[in-house]
T-cell receptor
């Protein structure tokens, strides 16, 4: 069962780059890595997804090393509005029971 | 795109009453998921459907919980009878996944949830 480990919390200041690392030692060959962001009183929102190397979109970058046993979500120049809980999900195979499971996430607090 | 729509936004009820939560997924999505979120347990997957068929309900906590998806544009989660420990935020999510593969790697689109309080 692919399981993820993330830091419980992180603190940052406006304008800084924030990197949140997720460990997933048991990732399977066909598993994708997906990150979500959740604000209070809202449902989680998809940020970025990747399989290997690097993926970048308008919101964030996702770095995945060759062994794929971890991944790092990078948020450039955070602002106060980036304060949220960030979840890393790994796995997509229903039969293997790895799909769709959210861990505790990382609570990011951004201060001015 | 209106997104996933859930109703009601808030529900307050007394113990023993029946509660029905509603969800309209994004048009064209073929998978629908019900989650429950509490401070203690985080986000828990309760049940999910693929092409209106329940695939896995092993996350449903008790027989008091039931879910239906009569068509591609509507799903309900029912709790009967409700208990105070059912108090939580219930989220519905939908996605579009390759048919017949059993793989669910497409991004989930969540609604804003229903906050349920059972007194």
């Amino acid at each position: 069962l692919a399981k993820t480990t993330q830091p419980i919390s992180m603190d940052s200041y406006e304008g800084q780059e924030v990197n949140i690392t997720c460990s997933h030692n048991n990732i399977a060959t066909n598993d994708y890595i997906t990150w979500y962001q959740q604000f209070p009183s809202q449902g989680p929102r998809f940020i970025i997804q990747g399989y290997k190397t690097k993926v970048t979109n308008e919101v964030a970058s996702l770095f995945i090393p060759a062994d794929r046993k971890s991944s790092t979500l990078s948020l450039p120049r955070v602002s106060l509005s980036d304060t949220a809980v960030y979840y890393c999900l790994v796995g997509d195979n229903v039969q293997a029971g790895t799909a769709l499971i959210f861990g505790k996430g990382t609570t990011l607090s951004v201060s001015s | 795109d209106a997104g996933v729509i859930q109703s009601p936004r808030h529900e307050v009820t007394e113990m023993g009453q029946e509660v029905t939560l509603r969800c309209k997924p994004i048009s064209g999505h073929n998978s629908l998921f019900w989650y429950r979120q509490t401070m203690m347990r985080g986000l828990e997957l309760l049940i999910y459907f693929n092409n209106n068929v329940p695939i896995d309900d092993s996350g449903m906590p008790e027989d008091r919980f039931s879910a239906k998806m009569p068509n591609a544009s509507f799903s309900t989660l029912k709790i009967q009878p409700s208990e105070p420990r059912d108090s939580a935020v219930y989220f519905c999510a939908s996605s579009l996944n390759p048919i017949g593969t059993g793989r669910y790697n497409s991004p989930l689109h969540f609604g804003n949830g229903t906050r349920l309080t059972v007194t």
